[in-house]
Nanobody
Framework: QVQLVESGGGLVQPGGSLRLSCVVS????????MGWYRQVPGKDREMVAA???????YYAEPVKGRFTISRDNTKTTVSLQMNSLKPEDTASYYC?????????WGKGTLVTVSS
């Protein structure tokens, strides 16, 4: 069993920064990818950023140049540094871990960008 616990969400003004973290525990051998998704009510969950076992990264176009994904060497923590936040970044952010063909999710943390 795999557990994911996110932290770091909150209210921030436009142009501000937040850092999300996700601690992964349990049977976490053979992680192939770690990432962050976001979802707003009425819309599909979308990938924001991902980091893969070899260290390569992926960023969705709307966040390129503003968000940075990282992980620790033990692959038990994945973080998302979010800079220059915009109101359209407001969403619930979910941590995701892929182990072979299985996907595991955290419960989500709310990010609100508003003045």
């Amino acid at each position: 069993q795999v557990q994911l616990v996110e932290s770091g969400g909150g209210l921030v003004q436009p142009g501000g920064s937040l850092r999300l973290s996700c601690v992964v525990s349990g049977n976490i051998f053979s992680i192939t990818g770690m990432g962050w998704y976001r979802q707003v009510p009425g819309k599909d969950r979308e990938m924001v950023a991902a980091i893969f076992s070899g260290g390569s990264t992926y960023y969705a176009e709307p966040v390129k140049g503003r968000f940075t994904i990282s992980r620790d060497n033990t692959k038990t923590t994945v973080s998302l540094q979010m800079n220059s936040l915009k109101p359209e970044d407001t969403a619930s952010y979910y941590c995701n871990v892929q182990i072979r063909s299985d996907n595991y999710w955290g419960k989500g943390t709310l990010v609100t960008v508003s003045s």
